[in-house]
């Protein structure tokens, strides 16, 4: 399995999670339903909430280098969804076809906006695509879990997945407001990775597949398959779901942070 996916990789999985999330709520009961992981959601809020931000990003690509993202008149902001199943589905597709569209254009490497400069990953289409292939993994999952069938994230997008949710959504320069504390994730299909908290920020780190672990060095470790441990991160399954020791308020603190407050 190599480490990381490639650009076209990306691409191809994006369409394959987009069909799985269209796929899933045309199966769904209705519209009308509330979303058991987004509970203040209806299925139709859902599809609307994940197909305008596939729009949004569609936008922010192609508006390449700038200092802020594109006004909502460059992506249709608004709630504007249709209501009914089938033209929402093909809104749907329209959404995502905008989305790789743009991609495949741009190539990896463009410079662009992202809300995520004060991170190691790159402000550039790349990073664009991955964050955009993970998102519409876990919102593909949220609506398996309505239908009551959810289905594990596939290994090769949940162990890019983790690594994006490291260095794009944790890793930052703010620094820690907690006691310093070291959080190591060990991934059943064999990846690690550590997390140093400190005033220094949070900083992470891949470890080698085949590193001793010390068992000194973490105050918390955390073993799972790697689609626990996406789905973990963003808060669809407890703690309790995987292997841990360690002082599991790290956790508490770690979920209650926000770095841009």
């Known amino acids: 399995m190599q480490e990381f996916l490639s650009f076209s990789d990306q691409l191809r999985l994006i369409g394959e999670r987009s069909a799985a999330f269209r796929a899933a709520v045309a199966a769904a009961p209705g519209l009308d339903v509330p979303m058991p992981t987004h509970p203040e959601r209806t299925l139709f809020d859902h599809v609307q909430h994940v197909g305008m931000a596939r729009r949004k990003a569609a936008a922010i690509v192609a508006a ?7 006004e909502e008149s460059a992506w249709g902001g608004g709630r504007n969804a249709p209501r009914e199943r ?7 597709v329209e959404s995502v076809e905008q ?6 254009e741009s190539g990896p490497d463009r410079a662009c906006w992202t809300w995520w400069a004060d991170s190691p990953s790159p402000q550039t289409s790349g990073a664009w695509a991955r964050r955009q292939l993970h998102e519409i993994a876990v919102h593909t999952y949220d609506v398996q879990v309505l239908l009551g069938v959810p289905q594990p994230i596939p290994a090769d997008i949940a162990l890019d997945g983790f690594d994006d949710c490291q260095f794009t959504l ?17 991934s059943a299909e064999g990846r690690s990775w550590r997390l140093r908290l400190s005033p220094e920020g949070a900083r992470v780190a891949r470890l080698a597949p085949t590193a001793e672990q010390d068992a000194d060095a973490a105050d918390v470790s955390v073993r799972g398959a790697a689609s626990d441990l996406v789905l973990f991160f963003y808060g669809r399954i407890p703690l309790d779901s995987l292997e841990f020791e360690g002082d ?6 770690l979920a209650a942070w926000d770095p841009s407050a």
């Open 64 to 70: 390449g280098p700038a200092d802020a993202p594109p």
């Open 86 to 92: 089938e033209a929402l589905l093909a809104w749907w």
């Open 99 to 104: 989305l790789t569209n743009v991609l495949h």
């Open 170 to 186: 944790c890793a930052t320069t703010v620094a820690w407001p907690h006691d310093p504390a070291i959080v190591e994730y060990r």
């Open 248 to 253: 599991r308020r790290i956790f508490d603190q």
